[in-house]
């Protein structure tokens, strides 16, 4: 029985390791399982000027990656923290305002494009530090606090023109 079954598996190795042998996998962007293609290409770009641009704490370069269609609902059903572009500019001013520093990456997972729009999975890593807050006497009335955020994300994009924006996600 056992020389059977020796046999058995010898006869069926070759059929199992040539498929895995023969397939050619598609070049990917480096550092993520994307395809490397164009398009892909250029959403990360978008994606990184963005990511860039908060980390320079630069409120009107990552306004330009967003398109006037931007809209955010914060992942709640409560319309009072829903996010329009015509306010997004001032929230992020505000905001970035008061950031001591800040450390910002992406891992990008998937990207899933149809047409005129594309969604990208992200996996966010950031932490940010505030600014401590202080009377108008100058004493110190909240100490600068630290924020860490790990999560995933999702970015939806729309391409206008030849340019991919940012529609929600920010």
């Not at 498929?19 to 050619?24: L, S």
């Amino acid at each position: 029985m056992r020389s059977r079954l020796t046999r058995l598996v010898l006869c069926l190795l070759p059929l199992v390791g040539t498929p895995v042998a023969g397939c050619k996998k598609e070049p990917t962007i480096p550092g993520t399982e994307i395809p490397d293609n164009d398009v892909n290409r250029d959403i990360l770009a978008v994606l990184e000027r963005y990511r860039t641009a908060f980390v320079r704490r630069d409120a009107a370069g990552v306004l330009a990656t967003a398109h006037p269609s931007y809209y955010d609902t914060a992942g709640t059903d409560d319309p009072g923290d829903d996010l329009e572009y015509t306010e997004l500019g001032l929230v992020l001013r505000e905001r970035m305002a008061g950031l001591d520093s800040v450390r910002f990456t992406i891992d990008y997972l998937e990207i899933d494009v149809m047409k005129d729009r594309a969604t990208v999975r992200a996996w966010i890593d950031a932490s940010f530090r505030l600014q401590a807050i202080a009377d108008d006497s100058g004493a110190v009335e909240v100490d600068g606090s630290h924020t860490r955020k790990q999560d995933h994300a999702l970015f939806e994009l729309i391409r206008d023109g030849r340019a991919w924006r940012i529609t929600r996600g920010l």
